[in-house]
């Protein structure tokens, strides 16, 4: 991570310490309150760390919206639930063997415990928001998840399929990351109160975020840093994901190039050699530099829809959170 930008994300944190320090309270809480063996898988997830992007994300959109109530810890809690639900299942899925640095849930206590456990916790963010009594609330919630179950299942679609188009994997994109990202920043906006236009500024601030967070995370399983290597670069390839770098390579490639990237997708563990190959021929047909320039391009949208909010110590955190996401790891 650029060290600038670690930096800027120390002081963004402290601005919202107390509110951050909460949420981990709420979800040590919530998390603990059940069954030994259910609270055990929970915890190894919850407590192995993660950005908090989406409880980040809700506390400041609360505050510009001038919200300062009780309700926010709980609700940034049944976001980060919702997100944690979807990567237990996400690594059944995908047959994952690590997350965040630990052997994955799915890998300790198998596929069936894991798929349960995430419906767990998706029956309890929704349980717990609903103590606030607020149906607008509970519609963008149950809405995002809809939509991120639907990702997916078009997600399935979407692996190892070869007629990929790019509208294909930024359907799954919306679904999957944009529509928790935008109903995270919706919310926020609701609890304070706000009008329909800064709603739906802020709802769009969060999807826009969301799309340009997952674009750039899976430019990044081609171009990290060499630290990254073995833990998560080339991932993608092996898996067969059709993501945005591969689907733009594929386009651009010449038919020798094509048949020759094509043998590669989707094959199991990627030797060092081949993904030299892919990552050589991605950068001549400009596949990573486009695919960071679509990432920019939603960041610019994000920052564009902050403009119905004046100045402040809020918006500039957004924006800060805005330009981070696609930063983070270059």
Not at 15 to 29: P, R
Not at 141 to 152: N, P, Q, V, W, Y
Not at 171 to 197: F, M, N, P, Q
Not at 287 to 309: C, H, R, T, Y
């Amino acid at each position: 991570m650029n060290p600038l930008s670690a930096t800027g994300l120390k002081n963004v944190w402290a601005d919202y310490e107390q509110d951050l320090l909460a949420v981990e309270n709420c979800l040590i809480e919530y998390g603990g309150d059940t069954n030994d063996y259910i609270r055990e898988v929970t915890s190894h997830i919850i407590q192995s760390g993660g950005k908090r992007l989406r409880p980040l994300l809700m506390i400041i959109a609360s505050r510009i919206s001038g919200y300062s109530g009780p309700h926010i810890s709980l609700l940034s809690a049944v976001v980060e639930f919702i997100h944690t639900a979807t990567l237990l299942h996400d690594d059944v899925v995908d047959h994952a063997e690590m997350r965040r640095g630990k052997l994955s849930a799915n890998q300790i206590w198998g596929n069936q415990t894991a798929v349960l456990v995430g419906d767990y916790l998706y029956a309890t963010a929704l349980w717990m928001a609903t103590g606030v009594h607020n149906h607008e609330i509970n519609d963008t919630l149950t809405l995002a998840c809809r939509k991120m179950s639907e990702g997916e299942v078009l997600e399935l679609i979407l692996d190892n399929n070869l007629s990929a188009r790019e509208e294909d994997y930024l359907s799954v994109v919306e679904c999957k990351t944009a529509a928790l990202t935008a109903g995270t920043c919706r919310i926020g906006a609701i609890l304070g109160g706000a009008d329909t236009e800064k709603k739906k500024a802020l709802e769009d601030f969060g999807y826009n975020i969301g799309m340009s967070f997952q674009i750039a995370d899976d430019a990044l399983d081609y171009m990290a840093r060499e630290e990254r290597l073995g833990k998560t670069l080339g991932k993608d390839l092996s898996e067969g994901k059709m993501t945005l770098p591969l689907l733009h390579c594929l386009s651009r490639a010449t038919s020798a190039q094509r048949e020759s990237l094509v043998q590669k997708i989707g094959k199991g563990d990627v030797t060092e050699q081949h993904l030299h190959e892919v990552i050589e021929l991605m950068k001549s047909t400009g596949s990573l530099e486009f695919s960071l320039e679509k990432a920019i391009s939603f960041v610019q949208k994000a920052k564009a829809s902050l403009e119905a909010f004046p100045d402040s110590l809020h918006k500039q955190n957004l924006l800060f959170l805005s330009d981070f996401v696609i930063e983070r790891d270059i």
